[in-house]
């Protein structure tokens, strides 16, 4: 409200950019072990799973394809474009891998994500989902859930409450911010 009475803050997308890439680099690097403690220690598993907290790569590239899922909802036509690219490149140099291999893996897990998600529009839910298919997570469940490669919806609603605390607030700043 008071930012439309005083109009927006300036923000340019280089910037947002880095902004947004760095919080889901802190989001991680602080955010995975609670997750892994929770999925190594819940009770539904049959076998325990044994994810190491040092394996965080997909987990950042599960944060980082629901996020940029979410941001291409709330931003505007030409700039979700240009944002999405910027901040692939950004996130390839941060973890040091080349650009194109990022941006085609992280478009290879959107798809997955929202395939696996289908008809639900709910990024959270699918990144939660996304954790069981890139942790391979189905073959530590009961025979049921592991025939059906579904997740223990118990495992799957807990997951999904920590993964709410992984997306950036796009709306926010789109609300707050003139970006440009």
Excluded at 136 to 144: R, V
């Amino acid at each position: 409200m008071i930012a439309t009475l005083f109009g927006k803050k300036k923000i340019t997308e280089d910037k947002l950019a880095n902004v947004f890439v760095n919080t889901v680099l802190e989001m991680g690097s602080e955010g995975f072990a609670t997750v892994v403690a929770e999925v190594n220690e819940a009770p539904e598993f049959e076998v325990q799973p044994t994810i190491d907290e040092r394996d965080d790569q997909r987990f950042l590239m599960i944060a980082l394809a629901g996020n940029l899922i979410e941001m291409q909802r709330t931003l505007g036509p030409g700039l979700d474009k240009r944002m999405f690219s910027l901040s692939v490149s950004k996130f390839a140099q941060a973890i040091g891998h080349g650009c194109t291999e990022v941006e085609s893996d992280v478009k290879a897990l959107q798809a997955r994500m929202e395939r696996m998600n289908h008809p639900s529009k709910n990024t959270v839910l699918a990144m939660a989902r996304a954790l069981f298919t890139e942790y391979e997570l189905y073959e530590y469940q009961d025979s049921y859930f592991k025939a059906m490669r579904q997740p223990n919806p118990i495992v799957l609603k807990r997951v999904t409450g920590l993964f709410n605390y992984f997306l950036f607030n796009w709306s926010e700043v789109s609300e707050q911010y003139r970006i440009g």
